[in-house]
């Protein structure tokens, strides 16, 4: 692969405040070509493309790649029990979170009510004087 440099010519870079140098690049700023692998990298299983990638699979990923590759594999985790558990929690938890939703719209609701009585104690008051 022939760069511009190699052949001669030099790079234009911008500076700040508008001032433009021209300079030919160092060894340390060529690029290096690296060989390609001949497949998919080995951690990937065949054509990502085609399906989504979740939050739970990113957060799966990111704490430790090699349960995400072995979790791809088909390869079953040894912390059933714990999985379990944390899936029994957060149900827990989303039914609190769903309970707390409802007293809110509850308390909401009677809130506009009791504005709306007084509303119409006052226009009571005011038209029976």
């Given amino acids: 692969m022939k760069y511009a ?6 790079r234009t ?11 030919r690049p160092t060894a340390a700023t060529i690029p290096v070509a690296w060989p390609r692998r001949a497949g998919p990298p080995c951690d990937t299983i065949g054509s990502m493309g085609d399906r ?6 990113l957060k799966s990923f990111d704490f430790c790649r090699r349960a ?3 979790e791809r594999q088909g390869t079953e985790s040894t912390l059933v029990s714990e999985r ?3 899936q029994a ?4 938890h989303g039914n ?4 707390a ?9 009677l809130f506009v009510l009791g504005l709306a009585g007084i509303a119409a104690a006052a226009l009571v008051w005011w038209f029976a004087r």
């Fill in 52 to 57: 989504y990638i979740t939050a739970s699979e």
């Fill in 13 to 23: 870079t911008l500076r700040p405040f508008g001032a433009i140098t021209t300079r």
């Fill in 101 to 109: 939703n409802l007293g809110r719209c509850a308390a909401t609701l």
């Fill in 68 to 70: 995400w590759f072995l």
């Fill in 5 to 10: 440099w190699e052949a001669g010519e030099s």
């Fill in 89 to 92: 929690d957060h149900e827990s």
């Fill in 84 to 86: 379990a558990r944390g």
């Fill in 96 to 99: 609190v979170v769903q309970q």
